[in-house]
């Protein structure tokens, strides 16, 4: 059964990676692209690739779960 630290910390992941592809997606589409930080841009470009053989929920899911890992990596609980 899942501690209410890591229940937490995997609540924090999701709404930072739904908030940082959100943000990035829109980004992206006013022009700014070449402005993103280089993981930034490699996650926009998987999801744009991912967009030729899925739907865009299927693709948005695929791109937020790595962002979801990475944020989860920066946890400083996980480094303590």
Same mark, same amino acid.
């Given at each position: ?20 592809? $959100?943000?990035?997606?829109?980004? $992206? ?52």
């Amino acid at each position: 059964m899942p501690s209410s630290s890591n229940t937490s910390i995997a609540k924090k992941a999701r709404t930072k990676a739904e908030a940082d592809f $959100a943000t990035w997606l829109m980004m $992206a589409k006013l022009g700014g692209f070449d402005d993103l930080p280089a993981n930034a841009q490699s996650f926009l470009t998987n999801y744009r690739s991912r967009l030729e053989t899925m739907n865009e929920a299927e693709s948005t899911v695929g791109t937020e779960n790595p962002i979801r890992v990475d944020a989860v990596m920066e946890s400083p609980k996980l480094t303590e």
